[in-house]
T-cell receptor, first 113, second 114 residues
């Protein structure tokens, strides 16, 4: 079954700087990798995803890169803003128990004004 | 269009008490899920329902039961609550179980078992 690791567990950046969160996965059969953002007191919300047939995807200030050989993928946030402060989860599909995904443990991002 | 709704938002139980967490979705999704979220452990799947009338165990099913009441509703029951079940519970839904089907989450239920 799939196992997903995520680093760092906490990240603080100054407003305007970039933030990078990295995830590794174990199952080479995984082919879809979503990223979720969870704001305080709310449920996780999908912000971007990437499929294994592309190496990079960008949506305004956020981008995700995928290295299938190394089995890792990363979330990049540029020009960070205070509203980017949240917990971010990566995930990979092809889970053991028949559900869609296995989630990483999360990264708490704080953007300091 | 409310998406995924959960009730209650907060609950405090004593050890041994029972309760049911309710979840409903209005997106006409086939699949629904229950997760628990504990600090530093991400989201762990408790049970899921691929379609109306079916349920299956996830990673951490012990101590829980579920009912897929109809296509919209999926409930989670704790028959005899234990302190280890103190957690935040999230319900989610997706169009199906395909590996690329996006899961949409509810706002969560924060449960404390004393």
């Amino acid at each position: 079954g799939e196992n997903v690791e995520q680093h760092p567990s906490t990240l603080s950046v100054q407003e305007g700087d970039s933030a990078v969160i990295k995830c590794t996965y174990s199952d080479s059969a995984s082919n879809y990798f979503p990223w979720y953002k969870q704001e305080l007191g709310k449920g996780p919300q999908l912000i971007i995803d990437i499929r294994s047939n592309v190496g990079e995807k960008k949506d305004q200030r956020i981008a995700v890169t995928l290295n299938k050989t190394a089995k890792h993928f990363s979330l990049h946030i540029t020009e960070t803003q205070p509203e980017d402060s949240a917990v971010y989860f990566c995930a990979a599909n092809k889970a053991l128990y028949g559900q869609n995904f296995v989630f990483g443990p999360g990264t708490r991002l704080s953007v300091l004004p | 269009n409310a998406g995924v709704t959960q009730t209650p938002k907060f609950q405090v139980l004593k050890t041994g008490q029972s309760m049911t967490l309710q979840c409903a979705q209005d997106m006409n999704h086939n699949s629904m899920y229950w997760y628990r979220q504990d600090p530093g452990m991400g989201l762990r799947l408790i049970y899921y329902s691929a379609s109306e009338g079916t349920t299956d165990k996830g990673e951490v099913p012990n101590g829980y039961n579920v009912s897929r009441l109809n296509k919209r509703e999926f409930s989670l029951r704790l028959e005899s609550a234990a302190p280890s079940q103190t957690s935040v519970y999230f319900c989610a839904s997706s169009d199906g179980l395909a590996g690329t089907d996006t899961q949409y989450f509810g706002p969560g239920t924060r449960l404390t078992v004393l």
